[in-house]
């Protein structure tokens, strides 16, 4: 009989649950819930409007100055310099804008985590509905690769087992059985809803965990029905997803820059004041001092600094697309450079997220190791490093054969090329499998040649499963496998008392260091076994529901004197890219905590293994977590047992202690604290929607190495903002410099507005914005992060600024003052002299001088110089800004002068850091 055509059996009446099991709901009573409870889905985010993206670009303090700044500008008619300012205003929303529109197109376009169909009973008859038509009191029709629809309680199942995994962050799935009779009939009503239940206790919690599947985890094997007690928000994903209601928090990047943004903007009101003050004390005209005042607050805001920082993560953006990681939000990129904790998850996120056998044991031969990744049949079975075979080496090839019969789970060889091995069932059987194929031992010709012939499914109680099998012969083999402690004793097991202590011994070996131990034995009889042992299983079993073809079996007649086979141990292992992913971190001072909701032994097995802990360690049990005080847990690097709200807390404790934290993970149960995270990192093939929803960068791979490409990223994109900081705010001052000192040495009016603007323009323009694309520092992944406290300008940027700008005045006013002491058009040699040495800066700003890395960065200077000396020698450019042609002799003063802001910033770079993140790799490891 095949389940998807049976009705659920009479056996579910006498649990009490009512007349409802028998043919499930009616479409009527179903419509009406569904209208009164509405849809079985999460509340969907609200896609945020073109002119709210646009609002959130325009707050940056950076953008609202030079808005001030382009209003002052169309006040006094300066339409050309208001045009310029707009412009970059427009392009740096534009950019912003479109990354974040195109992002949440990626997002939406990935598969969603829910089921998008549900198989009921209603009526007496199964049907295939969406699942969000689901409603509270709907029998579920589950069978091997579903998705859970919503939380149910289990009414009958036959070897049902579930990977929660995504809900609990447990790698192992787990199996469930029907639940007892008296609970059935105290929580359930009439017609399967909850009956009688307070509003803050939804009966998922009151029920025996066995009974109760969840919504969103994925039937790995065996087949049940189970009545629907909660849908929506109400089920234990939404329960997890009402822990996200904590906006985002601003990056440091955002934090820094609204700082920077605040100081610049006070400064600029300050300056204007003076100089308008001062200009008016000397008997300038209003209208003039007033341009004045405004072209020096231009001149003191970088006003290609939003420019800048866009362009600067767009490309780190880009850049990191191609390797695989979606960039949600702008500010991630440069965020994740700042990072001085990563928090990642184990499953799925450091380890394959696969079973896979790792060691065997046998009472004759010892222990043997398994080698290979995945699935797949490649690689082989050695004992003190030497290879094994099946001719040579029976006790394992008895061993593994018994594992490929005792087993419901299949492989599946790749769909394509470059594709990998995936499994069909329980992932602990198809370990068996993929061990006994690097073994030699084919599962199919193994199981053709012994044809199964009952079987003794696993429940959770016996925690054991047993199979019978017809030998060629014409006798029966009858193996048995389960957990150590159900297997290794009398009567299962008829072997003398030495080995089953020494299995028991390496039993509890194996499982200190986190893996998962099966116990496998067998027996033959002569015959085959007689009818009183073996029934037709045809119409028996929960639901009606056969057993692939098998007879039923009496457990007590099989299940007794067998023989050891022996033992295999079996984890989720590291991923190969894990351990090197572990050591970057820590060679770039980055923290990495692991925080699962896995076993303390298993956590601590891969956590030594990848050097995340060292062997004598402390890994936390999350279940004392409320016990254990701040600087412990500080201190700790390995969180076991984590449940989400302590995903959630243990972000927090490190934030609260000035932390930059980053948190990969792929579950709902990640979600909450991806999104409490500075910087939240989801898995895109294997994370869920509402994990890559809670994040700002989404890992198209599944690879956590692209963690630290992207914080290597993150750092270049700090390291340009600085740098150009440096080059812009140097000659900012500087200007300022000239306009205040001047006066002092008889220059009535240093430069006039329009030149502030003609140079302001070409050394911030496309100069400013070559220096975003700088390439990394060497060594940048070597050092340290900045501390999170530190401001954008601090570790000695702005007495850098000071420096740089003291030089570039110096040669300004030096040049005009010789000029206007030997009668020479000193104003013109001044306006030269500015741009020209803050370009050589530029020039020197250079990440990798002497490669070609960043080829736009020359070019551009090259271009502005050349407009520079524009302004000197075309009519045009000398009618607009005022300026006279210098001669050969006086340009080659002013062009050898210049190159001292270049000879300045060089030597500038030998004054030593206070950061740590700005001193040389070498320095800082020693």
């Not at 579930?162 to 359930?188: H, I, M, N, W, Y």
């Not at 401001?791 to 600024?801: D, E, F, K, T």
Request: glycine residues 10%; aromatic residues 2%; charged residues 20%.
């Amino acid at each position: 009989m095949r389940f998807e055509d049976a009705a659920p059996s009479q056996s579910a009446l006498s649990s009490g649950v009512g007349a409802f099991a028998r043919d499930g709901l009616s479409a009527e009573e179903a419509g009406l819930r569904l209208a009164r409870d509405g849809r079985n889905a999460l509340p969907q985010a609200r896609r945020t409007p073109l002119w709210r993206r646009v609002l959130m670009q325009l707050r940056d303090p950076l953008v609202a100055v030079l808005l001030v700044a382009a209003a002052l500008t169309i006040a006094t008619g300066d339409w050309t310099d208001a045009g310029v300012i707009l412009l970059v205003i427009v392009v740096n929303t534009s950019v912003g804008v479109a990354q974040e529109v195109k992002a949440d197109q990626a997002i939406t376009a990935l598969d969603a985590l829910t089921a998008p169909h549900a198989r009921v009973v209603r009526g007496g008859r199964q049907a295939e509905i969406p699942a969000d038509e689901v409603v509270v009191g709907d029998l579920l029709a589950l069978a091997e690769g579903q998705i859970v629809p919503a939380d149910a309680r289990v009414l009958e199942a036959a070897a049902l087992l579930v990977d929660e995994s995504a809900l609990t962050g447990e790698s192992v799935p787990v199996g469930k059985a029907a639940a007892s009779a008296p609970d059935q009939a105290r929580d359930l009503g009439p017609a399967g809803e909850p009956a009688d239940q307070p509003a803050d206790q939804p009966a998922v919690e009151q029920a025996d965990a066995l009974a109760i599947v969840s919504a969103g985890t994925v039937v790995v094997r065996g087949r049940g029905l189970a009545v629907v007690t909660a849908t929506g928000t109400h089920s234990a994903m939404g329960r997890i997803a009402a822990l996200m209601t904590a906006a985002p928090t601003l990056t440091p990047l955002q934090r820094r820059l609204v700082g920077v943004g605040r100081a610049l903007a006070l400064a600029a009101v300050v300056l204007c004041t003076v100089v308008l003050g001062l200009g008016l004390a000397r008997g300038q005209s209003v209208e003039l001092m007033v341009v004045t005042a405004i072209s020096l607050v231009v001149a003191a805001v970088p006003e290609s600094l939003p420019a800048v920082v866009t362009l600067a993560l767009a490309l780190g953006a880009r850049r990191m697309t191609a390797r695989q990681a979606l960039v949600r939000r702008l500010p991630a990129v440069e965020a994740l450079g700042s990072v001085t904790v990563l928090a990642t998850d184990k499953t799925g996120t450091l380890t394959e997220g696969v079973m896979v056998a790792r060691r065997l044991w046998t009472p004759d031969g010892g222990e043997a190791q398994v080698s290979g990744s995945g699935y797949a049949p490649e690689g082989q079975v050695t004992r003190d490093g030497l290879a094994l075979t099946t001719g040579a080496d029976a006790d394992l090839a008895e061993l593994l054969t018994a594992g490929c019969l005792c087993n419901d789970a299949s492989l599946r060889p790749p769909a394509e090329p470059g594709a990998p091995w995936t499994a069909v069932g329980d992932p602990t059987e198809a370990a068996l499998l993929a061990a006994a194929a690097r073994f030699g031992v084919h599962p199919a010709a193994i199981t053709a040649v012994y044809e199964r012939i009952a079987e003794v499914p696993f429940e959770s109680g016996r925690r054991r499963m047993t199979t019978l099998h017809k030998r060629p012969d014409g006798g029966t083999r009858v193996v048995c496998k389960g957990a150590p402690e159900a297997v290794l004793r009398a009567p299962v097991l008829a072997d003398c008392a030495t080995i089953l202590d020494e299995a028991l011994r390496r039993a509890e070996d194996y499982a200190r260091d986190g893996l998962r131990v099966l116990a496998v034995a067998y027996s033959d009889a002569a015959a085959a076994l007689d009818g009183s042992t073996v029934t037709s299983a045809a119409g028996s079993g929960a639901a009606g529901i056969d057993t692939a073809g098998s007879g039923a079996v009496d457990a007590a007649a099989v299940e007794q004197g067998l023989h050891l086979l022996g033992l295999i141990a079996i984890l989720d292992p590291p991923r190969a890219s894990a351990a090197a992913t572990v050591a970057a971190c820590q060679a770039a001072g980055i923290i990495p905590v692991m925080i699962t909701g896995d076993h303390p032994a298993t956590a601590r097995t891969i956590a030594v293994e990848l050097g995340i802990l060292e062997r004598d360690g402390e890994v936390v049990d999350c279940r004392h977590l409320a016990e254990i005080d701040p600087v412990r847990l500080r201190r700790a690097r390995v969180f076991a047992r984590a449940v989400p709200e302590q995903k959630l807390a243990i972000v927090e404790a490190h934030q609260a202690v000035g932390d930059v934290v980053a948190m990969t993970g792929d579950g709902v149960n990640d979600a909450p604290a991806l999104r409490r995270a500075d910087i939240g990192v989801a898995m895109g093939r294997r994370g869920t929607e509402v994990a890559r929803q809670a994040s700002d960068l989404v890992l198209a791979d599944d690879e956590l190495g692209t963690v630290v490409a992207a914080a290597q990223e993150g750092r270049r994109v700090y390291a340009n903002i600085r740098r150009f900081l440096l080059y812009g705010l140097a000659g900012g001052t500087a200007e300022i410099a000239v306009m205040l000192i001047g006066p002092l040495f008889g220059l009535t009016l240093p430069l006039l507005p329009s030149q502030i603007l003609w140079v302001n323009l070409l050394t911030h323009g496309l100069p400013g914005v070559a220096l975003g694309s700088e390439p990394v520092e060497p060594g940048a992944m070597l050092r340290p992060p900045r501390p999170p406290a530190e401001s954008v300008l601090g570790a000695g940027l702005w007495q850098r600024i000071l420096r740089v700008g003291a030089v570039i005045s110096a040669v300004t006013l030096g040049v005009a003052v010789w000029g206007h002491s030997t009668g020479r058009p000193w104003q013109s040699m001044a306006f030269f002299a500015l741009g020209a040495t803050q370009l050589t800066v530029g020039l020197a700003s250079r990440a990798r001088p002497g490669t070609r890395d960043n080829p736009l960065l020359p070019v551009a200077i090259a271009g502005a110089l050349v407009l520079q000396l524009a302004g000197l020698y075309v009519p045009v450019l000398q009618d607009l800004l005022n300026t006279q042609p210098l001669s050969a002799f006086e340009l080659l003063v002013v062009a050898v002068l210049s190159s001292l802001g270049y000879v300045a910033l060089k030597l500038d770079r030998l004054i030593p850091s206070r950061s740590p993140a700005d001193r040389p790799a070498e320095a800082t490891a020693s």
